[in-house]
């Protein structure tokens, strides 16, 4: 494999600072390289602000008050510090609202679950897990189980986030429950848990019920929780991570702090990438990390075409941000994979299959806008591709 083209992939020197500062651990040669890198910096203001958007703050800061780069001034470094502290807060908040979760919820009403990213992944993998950015709370857990969990917590003063303002009784939750498989509640303090039954979009990589049935204890404070074993986690962060083409910096980290656990074996972790038929994700996520080790990734040498094609994508979202990530979405082989070397034949066939049957797949929008009882609620599937109809040439309708 030859080098990536410099012209396309060179990063301004801050962003190139905060990739090469993105692992929990520094080598000598990264130190050294990072030191260099800071003497190009003339905006530290930038480099704060950067790391704030690609969820790194904390650990740039933590990294930078060890290096002490003589650009840095003790003010410069103040500043940053105190932007750190409403981040390492939110984290708090976001690890807080986790325990109550399974204290309040999952424990007395005994559910199988899975908590998997986020502060499950920080609490388990990394030195200090307030370091670790968490947007939101992922858990997986039983369909059948879905609708009493969100009776109870709506009841427990829970707000609907994902649909908003559903209708509450046991009718309208049972629908919602059928037909979206990602439901998401804010806490009381306003933290955003997202309740899954499945972790693939599709259906067909993983199984709700054999991941529940696979899963680790782990202590989190005083309760104890769920969570997927090390191999499987770093299989599915390589999946997950790959499908949004690495932009966020954290996701980096993951990667790293992984590998970096005494739980960590590739071999292991290859075995579980065979069983899930993920093989040539994980290959090239390897490869990906080794060259975003490198002061300047762009020189590196790939071991593999994919390995290449997956770091020149990840530079260029990375490079362009949310814009130019929501782009290289549409070009997507399927919602799990963004290449088509990921997906084997039959992943990709169900895929088209599943894309007609949608046009007949009812949304909780229709419920919401028709509610019908039980035994007539086939009339959605009938009616759904008009009402999609309607929608796409109707302003502001609300069908979909």
């Known amino acids: 494999m030859s080098a990536i ?29 990072a030191l260099t890198l800071c003497q190009r910096i003339d905006d530290w203001s930038q480099v704060s602000h ?22 840095l001034s003790p003010l410069q470094l103040d500043t940053m510090k105190h932007q750190c502290m409403a981040a390492v807060q939110h984290n708090m908040l976001v690890i807080t609202a ?3 979760l399974v204290r309040d919820l999952l424990l007395p009403l005994d559910i199988r679950h899975l908590f998997f990213k986020g502060p499950a992944l920080a609490a388990r993998y990394y030195d200090e897990p307030a370091m670790r950015f ?34 509450t009784d046991r009718t ?21 848990i997202e309740f899954h039954q499945r972790i693939d979009n599709t259906g067909t990589i993983y199984d709700t019920s054999e991941l529940l049935s696979s899963a680790e204890p782990m202590r989190l404070g005083d309760a104890e929780i769920s969570v997927m074993p090390t191999a499987e986690l770093f299989v599915y962060i390589c999946l997950h991570h790959t499908k ?20 960590f074996d590739l071999d292991t972790v290859r075995a579980y990438a065979a069983r899930r038929n993920l093989t040539a994700t994980v290959e090239a996520c390897l490869d990906f990390y080794r060259a975003m080790s490198a002061p300047e990734p762009w020189r590196y040498q790939p071991n593999s075409e994919h390995g290449g094609e997956l770091l020149v994508a990840s530079l260029a979202a990375l490079k362009g941000g949310l814009a130019k990530e929501l782009e290289m979405h549409k070009k997507k082989a399927t919602p799990d994979f963004s290449f088509a070397w990921q997906a084997r034949t039959t992943h990709w066939l169900r895929w088209q299959v599943l894309g007609w049957l949608r046009l007949f797949r009812p949304s909780y929008a229709d419920y919401k806008s028709w509610p019908l009882p039980p035994r007539w609620q086939w009339l959605y599937r009938v ?10 040439v109707t302003p502001g309708s609300t069908a979909k």
């Open 98 to 100: 986790q325990r109550k």
């Open 134 to 167: 968490s947007r939101d709370i992922d858990v997986l857990v039983p369909r059948n189980r879905m609708v009493e969990l969100l009776e109870v917590a709506l009841d427990r003063g829970y707000i609907p986030h994902d649909p908003k303002q559903p209708q």
């Open 50 to 71: 950067q790391a704030q958007q690609r969820f790194v703050l904390p650990l740039v800061y933590r990294h930078l008050r060890r290096l002490a780069p003589e650009t």
């Open 244 to 263: 949004h083409f690495w932009s966020h910096l954290h996701w980096l980290v993951d990667l790293d702090a992984i590998q970096r656990h005494p739980t």
């Open 383 to 392: 009616t759904r591709p008009f009402r999609e109809l309607i929608a796409r």
């Open 172 to 192: 309208s939750l049972v629908f919602l429950a059928r037909v979206q498989g990602v439901i998401t509640l804010l806490t009381p303090q306003g933290v955003a």
């Open 5 to 33: 083209p410099k012209s396309a992939s060179l990063l301004a020197p801050s962003l190139q600072l905060l990739v090469l500062l993105s692992r929990l651990k520094l080598s000598d040669t990264q130190e050294k390289a």
